[in-house]
């Protein structure tokens, strides 16, 4: 059985990694692709869990090797999906999140057309501001670029197969949660993972 691949993207400070992680430990066979990005590591992050930290080089020849399912630069720094481990993944019937911005959104969504696609909002851009400032990771000067970046993100929400608002979270978690759970309801879902249990239910009595 083939896994599905999610999309999810909001812009920075709408809670989207919380909300992924929350969704994950809550559903089975749900994992999030581990990106590749040049920026440089942040205290308490693991090279391999959070992100793969590479360098520019090494991440421009992986892009002309077609090593990326999709990837894209942002604030300054390149970020990419593997290829190889995402297709792995989705053979081997694991479902599979990607967290990237609408541009690798795009690519991923030509390049594979199956695929589920869902926006995540912040309830208002005062919202979204408080929520950037209460990190204290950002000077003025990054938080101002962010919220100007978050308006151009939040442009491309329509491309999107589903939009759900972050204002409560566990809400939140609630649509994600349903959206998961409905795609694995889906009836060729169903007959591929039930199998023996529904040629049974319909075999005719001798």
């Known amino acids: 059985m083939t896994g599905t691949l999610y999309i999810v993207s909001a812009p920075?400070?709408?809670?989207?990694?919380?909300?992924?992680d929350a969704l994950v430990r809550s559903l089975p066979d749900l994992k999030v692709s581990v990106s590749h990005t040049?920026?440089?590591?942040?205290?308490?992050?693991?090279?391999?869990?959070?992100?793969?930290f590479i360098d520019v080089d090494t991440f421009?020849?992986?892009?002309?090797?077609?090593?990326?399912?999709?990837?894209?630069?942002?604030f300054g720094n390149y970020?990419?999906?593997?290829?190889?481990?995402?297709?792995?993944?989705?053979?081997?019937g694991?479902?599979?999140?990607?967290?990237?911005?609408?541009?690798?959104?795009?690519?991923?969504?030509?390049?594979?057309?199956?695929?589920v696609s869902i926006f995540i909002l912040?309830?208002?851009?005062?919202?979204?501001?408080?929520?950037?400032?209460?990190?204290?990771?950002?000077?003025?000067?990054?938080?101002a670029q962010r919220m100007r970046e978050a308006v151009k993100e939040m442009s491309h929400f329509r491309e999107y197969d589903?939009?759900?608002?972050?204002?409560?979270?566990?809400e939140a978690l609630a649509d994600l949660q349903a959206?998961?759970?409905?795609?694995?309801?889906?009836?060729s879902v169903q007959i591929e993972r039930l199998g023996r249990q529904v040629q049974e239910l319909l075999a005719e009595d001798d």
């Not at 421009?60 to 942002?74: N, T």
């Not at 694991?94 to 695929?115: F, H, M, N, S």
């Not at 959206?179 to 009836?187: E, T």
């Open 12 to 20: 920075s400070g709408a809670g989207k990694t919380s909300l992924v």
């Open 38 to 52: 040049t920026r440089p590591r942040r205290p308490g992050e693991i090279d391999g869990v959070h992100y793969h």
């Open 60 to 74: 421009q020849r992986m892009v002309a090797a077609g090593e990326f399912l999709e990837h894209a630069k942002v």
């Open 79 to 92: 970020y990419g999906t593997s290829r190889s481990q995402v297709l792995e993944s989705l053979a081997a």
């Open 94 to 115: 694991t479902d599979v999140i990607l967290e990237i911005d609408w541009q690798g959104g795009r690519q991923v969504r030509a390049a594979i057309e199956d695929c």
């Open 122 to 143: 912040p309830p208002s851009r005062a919202e979204l501001e408080r929520r950037l400032r209460g990190r204290k990771q950002d000077s003025n000067g990054v938080i």
């Open 162 to 170: 589903y939009v759900l608002v972050n204002d409560s979270f566990d």
């Open 179 to 187: 959206i998961v759970r409905a795609r694995r309801l889906r009836c």
